[in-house]
């Protein structure tokens, strides 16, 4: 799974309360706390995590609409840290 950059500050946006404008391409909203989805990244249910921001585009060929790829606020502080890294010279 692969996550852009503007995704990710798209979704960090979203889950501290922002609002997250020109996300047409992948409309983003934030998994109901009692969801059963998990995090597409290192499953982590939404229970355990702040919060889980999912995308409604299908996440694999055949997927259903709704059941697009999805991330934790952990992996997306992970990203962050990531792209905060300088760029392999």
Do not use: H, W
């Not at 702040?50 to 694999?60: D, E, P, Q």
């Amino acid at each position: 799974m692969c996550i852009c950059d503007r995704c990710v500050t798209d979704a960090r946006r979203l889950g501290a309360g922002a609002p997250v404008e020109n996300s047409v391409e992948a409309p983003l909203r934030l998994e109901p706390s009692g969801s059963e989805v998990r995090c597409g990244f290192y499953g982590k249910e939404t229970a355990r995590v702040r919060f889980l921001a999912g995308s409604g585009l299908t996440g694999a060929p055949g997927g259903k609409p709704g059941q697009g790829a999805r991330i934790c606020a952990e992996c997306l502080d992970l990203c962050v840290e990531i792209l905060a890294e300088p760029a392999p010279s």
